[in-house]
């Protein structure tokens, strides 16, 4: 964390359950409902409007007593007395003062948010070998750790060279089945120092993940992990009846279980900023405090779809 005007900080996520994050649009696809993916890498990943939204219902849902109005979605989201309003607009609501709201309610101006998100992506990505699970990175990855501030500089401890199509770890073995990928272990050591994995461990990371850790290629890092992606068949509920329907069967693909993901946040100060012409007195602190106390609520209530059916569960390690 860095003091001044705003405070960055990093977070690291394990998922309890797999995590499906919907495109919400059927197109021609390896599965009928897919998961978001980021474009340049192909690579999938929690959007930071998911984790957004989703920590804006907990905050909601934490405050039942003032937020409990009936809302739009499964959770309580208005703030307001005035049913025909979303947003109450005061200067303590950690709803409005935390995650703002649009121009337009009833003539107001709308007030930007005092948390900016950014997309979770995949740190570390268990798959199944013939020696046992591991959890696959890459340089990549280890990199972005780096600047994000969850790695110290000397963390990754790479060995492997950019143009090598072999794998770096020190899980015995001389060759790795990543699902239908066979590589060669070039580099016999842990793709970590030991004082990146010092670091990690302190941040809650579990141990049997930092003692099997696979460096994989960057260019590698997308096929491994998109060809081991959960892929689910199941059959589409009758929201009246609650059985399923004759005939509808969908497949869909998530995220697996104990997956690694590193995000940030940028939170800004309210008392830089003014809401209704009068000057925020609420701390930089209560921002980070109530938005991490609705991180808690992944743990139960999940992000993402499909949380009816046992996904989307997923704990902060360090927050
Ligand atoms: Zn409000």
Same mark, same amino acid.
């Given at each position: 964390?860095?003091?001044?005007?705003?405070?960055?900080?990093?977070?690291?996520?394990?998922?309890?359950?797999?995590?499906?994050?919907?495109?919400? %649009?059927?197109?021609?696809?390896?599965?009928?409902?897919? *998961?978001?993916?980021? #474009?340049?890498?192909?690579?999938?990943?929690?959007?930071?409007? /998911? *984790?957004?939204?989703?920590?804006?219902?907990?905050? =909601?849902?934490?405050?039942?007593?003032?937020?409990?109005?009936?809302?739009?979605?499964?959770?309580?989201?208005?703030?307001?007395?005035?049913?025909?309003?979303?947003?109450?607009?005061?200067?303590?609501?950690? *709803?409005?003062?935390?995650?703002?709201? &649009? +121009?337009?309610?009833?003539?107001?101006?709308? $007030?930007?948010?005092?948390?900016?998100?950014?997309?979770?992506?995949?740190?570390?990505?268990?798959?199944?070998?013939?020696? =046992? #699970?591991?959890?696959?990175?890459?340089?990549?990855?280890?990199?972005?750790?780096? +600047?994000?501030?969850?790695?110290? %500089?000397?963390? &990754?401890?790479?060995?492997?060279?950019?143009?090598?199509?072999?794998?770096?770890?020190?899980?015995?073995?001389?060759?790795?089945?990543?699902?239908?990928?066979?590589?060669?272990?070039?580099?016999?050591?842990?793709?970590?120092? %030991?004082?990146?994995?010092? =670091?990690?461990?302190?941040?809650?990371? #579990?141990?049997?993940?930092?003692?099997?850790?696979?460096?994989?290629?960057?260019?590698?890092?997308?096929?491994?992990? !998109?060809?081991?992606? +959960?892929?689910?068949?199941?059959?589409?509920?009758?929201?009246?009846?609650?059985? /399923?329907?004759?005939?509808?069967?969908?497949?869909?693909?998530?995220? #697996?279980?104990?997956?690694? $993901?590193?995000? /940030?946040?940028?939170?800004?100060?309210?008392? !830089?900023?003014?809401?209704?012409?009068?000057?925020?007195?609420?701390?930089?602190?209560?921002?980070?405090?109530?938005?991490?106390?609705?991180?808690?609520?992944?743990?139960?209530?999940? *992000?993402?779809?499909?949380?009816?059916?046992?996904?989307?569960?997923?704990?902060?390690?360090?927050?």
């Amino acid at each position: 964390m860095n003091q001044g005007p705003y405070v960055s900080k990093g977070y690291l996520a394990i998922s309890l359950d797999p995590i499906h994050v919907g495109t919400g %649009e059927q197109k021609m696809a390896r599965v009928d409902k897919s *998961i978001v993916r980021e #474009p340049s890498t192909d690579l999938p990943k929690v959007p930071a409007t /998911s *984790i957004a939204g989703s920590l804006r219902a907990y905050v =909601g849902l934490h405050y039942a007593d003032r937020f409990m109005r009936e809302g739009a979605g499964r959770l309580p989201s208005n703030c307001a007395e005035d049913p025909g309003m979303r947003f109450c607009m005061k200067p303590d609501c950690p *709803i409005c003062v935390i995650f703002g709201f &649009p +121009e337009g309610e009833k003539g107001k101006r709308g $007030f930007m948010s005092m948390v900016q998100f950014f997309d979770a992506h995949i740190a570390f990505f268990p798959v199944r070998t013939m020696v =046992g #699970p591991v959890w696959v990175t890459s340089p990549a990855v280890l990199g972005g750790m780096v +600047e994000s501030g969850l790695l110290p %500089e000397d963390g &990754p401890a790479v060995e492997l060279g950019p143009d090598e199509n072999g794998l770096q770890t020190d899980v015995k073995g001389g060759k790795l089945n990543l699902g239908w990928v066979l590589l060669d272990v070039r580099a016999g050591s842990s793709p970590l120092s %030991e004082s990146g994995r010092r =670091g990690l461990k302190g941040m809650g990371v #579990p141990g049997v993940v930092l003692d099997r850790l696979v460096l994989v290629p960057d260019k590698l890092f997308g096929q491994v992990v !998109n060809s081991n992606l +959960e892929v689910r068949t199941s059959t589409a509920i009758d929201p009246f009846t609650g059985s /399923s329907l004759e005939g509808a069967l969908f497949t869909y693909e998530a995220i #697996p279980r104990s997956t690694v $993901f590193a995000f /940030s946040a940028i939170y800004k100060d309210p008392r !830089n900023f003014q809401l209704g012409g009068q000057k925020l007195t609420k701390e930089v602190g209560w921002v980070v405090e109530n938005v991490e106390m609705g991180m808690k609520y992944w743990e139960f209530l999940g *992000i993402g779809g499909m949380v009816t059916r046992g996904m989307g569960r997923m704990r902060v390690l360090n927050a």
